[in-house]
């Protein structure tokens, strides 16, 4: 997959550190040089020793090293690679090439290349979240830099949450992808997530509790892998990856309309927790409190989105995907539900109060194909949305 691709890789100070000596490993397995670059602060967390035994090449350290210089300037090494990947990316490595500094040999190496960068932040829960490194990451997004992870999870400093460094497989399939060499390269894949807001009267509407958090791991999954995603969603509250074309949408009717105008796509993959009734006509004005008594809302059954694209005739996407969010008897109630659907596959998953998924971390899946079920192992979201997107991505390059 990267036979000859040359990876500049920079290694920030940051625990995972040590992931990015897998990395490496990872990387010249599959046939890419990897030249690295450790920080000073990653210098306390891994030794130059160690990943330039890994990579089998020298390890660039400083800026002012005269040697390197006349060896190589740093213009001309942050320019000989095809892809410059930050692994651990800190928030202060984040925040210096947010601002344009350019005070050491990485930061120098970040401003002056031409290349694609791409980056893998780890840091604490709290640094991620701050306003600052989220004002960081809007940045950087927006000047081209693309970012695999971070994933969510327990973490070295003892908090739990969004922060860990993405796993080195998921790095390398994201190099890949970058470099226009990912397995779902040149495809495009519809997504869609969230709920949906059913409005009552101007100011209130029915809605569910869906997130929106695996749709949006859908969707960064298979912008991994190299795929074009126009992602489609109702009012979430997990904001939507970068790097997709995010379609925003209110009721089930919006989404069904957004989601045709996108048509055709190689797969569409629908997550979206979509309300299965709205008010039949809302009110144009808002409902005042009166005499007559609460108001009796007449509902009248949204467009099932799923069932419509998939018994398209013309134009049907490849392979389109539906979700099951079932409390028991999940197997049958999924696979009764791809039947009735007509969707290719069904993503069932036991949602009952006991098992933690809904709102958790993790996700137990079992995935219903025209071949039958398969139970996978309980996986963090994003390693499951990974191994759909992989699972996708081997099914669109199958012969059909
Ligand atoms: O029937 P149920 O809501 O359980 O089906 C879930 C699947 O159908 C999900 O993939 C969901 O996104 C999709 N769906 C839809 N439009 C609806 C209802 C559900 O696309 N109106």
Known sequence: MLAGRRILLIIGGGIAAYKALELIRLLRTEGASVVPVL???????VTPLSVSALAGEKV???????????EMGHIQLSRAA???????????????????LAPDLASTLLLATDKPVLMAP?????MWEHPATRRNCTTLAADGVRFIGPDSGPMACGEFGPGR????????????????????????????????????????????????????????????LG?????????????????????RVETAAEMLEAVQARLPVDAAVFAAAVADWRVRSAAGQKIKKGSAGPPVLEM??????LATVAHMTDGRPGLVVGFAAETEHVVDHAT?????????????????????????????????????AETWPRLPKPEVARRLALRLAEALSAPR
């Not at 796993?167 to 894949?189: F, Q, S």
């Open 39 to 45: 920080t000073r602060a990653g210098a306390e967390f």
């Open 60 to 70: 660039f350290q400083d800026l002012f090293d005269l040697t390197d210089e006349a």
């Open 82 to 100: 095809d892809l410059v990947v930050v692994a651990p990316a800190t928030a202060n490595l984040m925040a210096r090439l947010a601002a344009g």
């Open 122 to 126: 780890a840091m604490n829960v709290r």
């Open 165 to 224: 460094m993405a796993e080195p497989p998921a790095i390398r399939d994201a190099i890949a992808a970058t470099l226009g060499d990912g397995p779902l390269t040149g495809r495009h894949v519809l997504v869609t997530s969230g709920p949906t807001h059913e409005p009552i009267d101007p100011v209130r509407y029915i809605a569910n509790r869906s997130s929106g958090a695996q749709g949006a791991a859908l969707a960064a999954a298979l912008r991994d």
């Open 227 to 247: 795929a074009r995603v126009t992602f489609v969603t109702g009012p979430a509250t997990v904001p939507p990856p970068s790097g997709v074309e995010v379609v």
């Open 300 to 305: 009248a059954e949204n467009p099932d989105i």
């Open 336 to 372: 009764a539900k791809r039947a009735r659907k007509g969707c290719d596959w069904i993503v069932a998953n036991d949602v009952s109060a006991d098992t933690g998924i809904m709102g958790g971390a993790e996700n137990a899946v079992t995935l219903i194909t025209g071949e039958g």
